[in-house]
Each structure stands twice: as structure tokens, then as C-alpha cells.
């Protein structure tokens, strides 16, 4: 399994950055997939999660109607639209996959909401 997370970045309050995260290894489509953020001192946490198909998707209280799970299986790529973001969603973002038990990450991308 491989996962390589790209499009973080520093961006203002307010502003916007889609998150790419590049699936290979394993069948893309059997499986859910997940976004969670880590920030400095704290615990990482679940942020957003995709059904195989697309069909399904949950997302953190706090990031409700402001990002935005997808995927597209025939790239095999999973997304997190970040809009109004906000100094609170600095983190570094994870990309995830759960596959018979086991979870796998990829290396993060760093994201810096700072005027």
C-alpha cells in the first residue's frame, strides 16, 4: 500500500487548498478512505472519510460546509477541498486507508492557515 499526500501549503484565513492523496498497491475502489489532521501538542484526529464508491461520506463537526471529501477511482485519488479555512486547521493532514485491520498512512502534508 502507498499513499502520497500533496497540496498543503500556506494560505490566509479564509482562503482555500485541495489536498491530493495518490493511492497505489491495493484496490483503490474496495475501500474507504480518510483524511485526519494532526496539529503541534495534539492528537490526531478524523477529519473527513469517503465510502468505496463515493456514495457515503462523513465529516468533522467543525469542518462541516466548509470541506469537501471525493474521490476519482479510475485516478484512484482521494480529495479534501479546504475552504474559509480557518488559524484552527493548521495541521499536518494524513491520508488513510484500512485494510483487514491495519491502517495505513501516508508521509502528511503540512497545512499553515497565518496571516
Known amino acids: 500500500v502507498q499513499l502520497v499526500e500533496s497540496g498543503g501549503g500556506l494560505v490566509q484565513p479564509g482562503g482555500s487548498l485541495r489536498l491530493s492523496c495518490a493511492a497505489s498497491?491495493?484496490?483503490?475502489?474496495?475501500?474507504?478512505m480518510s483524511w485526519y489532521r494532526q496539529a503541534p501538542g495534539k492528537e490526531r484526529e478524523l477529519v473527513a472519510s469517503i465510502s468505496g464508491a463515493g456514495d457515503s461520506t462523513y465529516y468533522k463537526e467543525s469542518v462541516k460546509g466548509r470541506f469537501t471529501i471525493s474521490r476519482d477511482n479510475a485516478k484512484k485519488t482521494v480529495y479534501l477541498q479546504m475552504n474559509s479555512l480557518k488559524s484552527e486547521d493548521t495541521a499536518v493532514y494524513y491520508c488513510?486507508?484500512?485494510?483487514?485491520?491495519?491502517?495505513?498512512w501516508g508521509q502528511g502534508t503540512q497545512v499553515t492557515v497565518s496571516s
Open positions: 488513510n486507508v484500512l485494510i483487514l485491520g491495519r491502517n495505513y
Open positions: 498497491r491495493f484496490t483503490f475502489s474496495g475501500f474507504g
